[in-house]
DNA sequence: TTAATTGACGTTAGCGCTAACGTTATTATA
DNA sequence: TATAATAACGTTAGCGCTAACGTCAATTAA
């Protein structure tokens, strides 16, 4: 009760060995005897040890932590920071997650540095319109980031295949019988929605559909930016019959513009999003969407990180994994007398 | 370069000072002259001086870093992060998260140690089912919870008044005349699914509203046990007209069963829900709710965290913070062929 | 006038750990 | 048999910081 947490020294001197020979045993060094190793760490077990990785960092050695900077507040992060968690503790390391602000007006510096004082690496979901790129080249610690702006980043990347996707969406619109279709693009700072765009164009040539800019229309991937979008889409003559939208936020806001001008979904349009986030499914009607594999992409991540951080293999600069095509209810043909 | 982060010894020699002055004036505590205080914190910032938090809390001292362990993929906790956030930055400290996991089988006590080696205190949103407050309460350092099982937790904790809230929400359905309100309860090891079941009751007492104990169907906060609760409801004969759920998630999954069964909201049954979380303003009809300030929850139980580690006042040991109704489609009078 | 108090510093020691370099016994190699 | 190489440890030093206790002057109280 009065030392609930002992120290390596203490579990040493029980064990009857020097502090580093238990420093070994217990971090699975070499030059310990299996004996000694497995004594050691049944006397450490026993006795409740815990590193204090505090002291573990500020040595210069490993902590077995790893950071993770992130908005907190979208589903898309949420379930990738999940993901990442798992995988981290599966290979027996710990994860602290800095929840970064919306605006963000502060230093980014003391960010990474209170993160490269306990963790080995960083996994960076970073906002759009940060300058965080420098200040983790400058920190000189291990960084994977997730699906952000390609190629100006210098960091290994883990992001699903936007462009199979993108593609994907838009055929199956086509493949309804779908000729106008349109497009809410995202933040086009990030690779992801450039790649969604680049898809939204390349497939609307390769059907021989006819590409109009007015049915292009800027998001940013909020709900907001989606419903903006969509009221600007629906005032064009003729008016699209079917929106792929960049992500299902957007989606989300896009169908409430539709509702408000008095069209129903998916009867009078047809809306495609992207992510399939959890409630996606719980829509009426649920929106039919391309999956990201969010929380394995969060265990990518981790996987990257920690070859970066043992430094054995050079991990892939880009990991790009496969989406899926999920048809719910809220694409159908469009109707005769919309076909015009 | 060689040098990204000056050490406090650097900045002392730099300062012509001790290091443990130039610690003082950095810290702002007591023992410097006014002038000698104010030049050494300009030094520290023209060399880019960030404090070595694990070396700051190995030598015993106060890190102004808060934990925050909790399950992140709730929205609920994802807004109280993002406020207790902004408060931590606020008052001058960093916050970092642990995520925990859904299915907790791994000893509890390596998280809390971990957060203690670097956190001056942690406030804790913990799942239903844990051990965790053993753990925490022999850690040894400041707590706050997050509306956890109220008498049981020897713990400050901030909530919101699920009484009050749940009776306002009872009340609204009430005055649009419905009689046959039913109500789907939330995981009762939380004091806040308690509250709003007894103000469920309370209320429909006091109206002089029957209460028939199947129309109280349980359910445990999740989209899942929403939707079964529901089809348990709309099995009953006469039918309730309006839902009480003790949450958006599972009014999201009532509102799924009700409309699988080939009926509408809010024309054949009202449901009203509790939280407002984002998506619940932008679903179709958009949702009638009791609105819990998830931001100033995290805001209040930083500032409560803080005065306990600052140790000067005794924080009130609960706080509970004001709700409030939010109408919006998902209510509506009963139709005359529904009043029995 | 002298002792007691206060403020502004500096010094010493140590938090818990690991890197780097010993030291010793054991084994392989010439 | 002598020598080098290896494995299994132990010792020393130091990571960057703060607590606790100096020291010394400038005040203040008696």
């Given at each position: 009760?009065k030392?609930?947490?002992?120290t390596?020294?203490?579990?040493a001197?029980?064990a009857g060995?020097?502090?580093m020979?238990?420093s070994?045993a217990?971090?699975?060094?070499s030059?310990?005897?299996?004996e000694?190793?497995?004594?050691?760490?049944?006397?450490a077990?026993e006795m409740?040890?815990?590193v204090?990785?505090?002291?573990?960092?500020?040595?210069?050695?490993?902590?077995?932590?790893?950071?993770?900077m992130?908005?907190?507040h979208?589903?898309?992060?949420?379930?990738?920071?999940l993901g990442a968690?798992?995988?981290a503790r599966?290979?027996?390391?710990?994860m602290?997650?800095?929840s970064l602000?919306?605006?963000?007006?502060?230093?980014?510096g003391?960010?990474?540095?209170?993160l490269r004082?306990?963790?080995d690496?960083?996994i960076?979901l970073l906002?759009?319109e940060?300058?965080y790129?420098e200040?983790?080249?400058?920190?000189?610690?291990?960084v994977?980031?997730v699906d952000?702006?390609?190629?100006?980043?210098?960091?290994?990347?883990?992001a699903?295949?936007?462009y199979?996707?993108g593609?994907?969406?838009?055929?199956?619109l086509?493949?309804?019988?779908?000729?106008?279709?349109?497009h809410?693009t995202?933040n086009?700072r990030?690779?992801?929605?450039?790649?969604?765009?680049?898809a939204?164009?390349d497939?609307m040539?390769?059907?021989?559909?006819?590409?109009?800019?007015?049915?292009?229309a800027t998001?940013d991937?909020?709900q907001?930016s989606?419903?903006?979008?969509?009221?600007r889409?629906?005032?064009?003559?003729?008016?699209?019959?079917?929106?792929?939208?960049?992500?299902?936020i957007?989606?989300?806001?896009?169908?409430?513009?539709?509702?408000?001008?008095?069209?129903?979904?998916?009867e009078?349009?047809?809306?495609?999003?992207?992510?399939?986030?959890p409630?996606?499914?719980?829509?009426?009607?649920?929106?039919?969407?391309?999956?990201?594999?969010?929380?394995?992409?969060?265990?990518s991540?981790?996987?990257?990180?920690?070859?970066l951080?043992?430094?054995?293999?050079a991990p892939?600069?880009r990991?790009?994994?496969p989406t899926q095509?999920?048809?719910?209810?809220?694409?159908?043909?469009?109707?005769?007398?919309?076909?015009?």
């Open positions: 009760m030392k609930p947490v002992p390596l020294a203490e579990v001197k029980v060995v020097s502090q020979t238990a070994r217990i971090n699975n060094r030059g310990v005897s299996k000694k190793r497995e004594d050691i760490q049944r006397i077990d409740g040890y815990v204090n990785r505090a002291a573990q960092r500020l040595s210069g050695g490993r902590t077995r932590v790893i950071g993770v992130a908005q907190l979208t589903t898309f992060t949420a379930e990738l920071v968690g798992g995988a599966a290979a027996g390391y710990e602290l997650v800095y602000p919306d605006n963000d007006r502060r230093p980014p003391s960010v990474v540095d209170l004082q306990i963790a690496g960083v960076a906002p759009y940060s300058d790129l200040t983790l080249s400058a920190a000189h610690l291990p994977i980031t952000y702006r390609g190629e100006e980043s210098p960091f290994p990347s883990v699903s295949d936007s199979e996707g593609r994907t969406a838009v055929r199956h086509a493949e309804l019988g779908h000729r106008r279709i349109a809410i995202g086009e990030l690779a992801s929605a450039r790649d969604r765009r680049r939204y164009l497939t040539a390769q059907l021989g559909l006819a590409i109009d800019p007015a049915q292009i998001g991937f909020s907001r989606g419903f903006e979008a969509a009221n889409l629906l005032a064009l003559n003729p008016r699209p019959t079917a929106i792929f939208a960049a992500n299902d957007s989606a989300l806001g896009a169908i409430s513009a539709i509702r408000d001008a008095g069209l129903r979904v998916p009078d349009l047809s809306v495609v999003g992207f992510d399939d986030i409630v996606a499914a719980q829509l009426h009607p649920p929106l039919t969407t391309i999956r990201q594999p969010m929380q394995q992409m969060g265990r991540a981790v996987n990257m990180l920690l070859a951080i043992v430094g054995l293999e892939s600069p990991i790009t994994l095509l999920i048809v719910r209810g809220s694409t159908v043909p469009p109707t005769a007398r919309l076909r015009s």
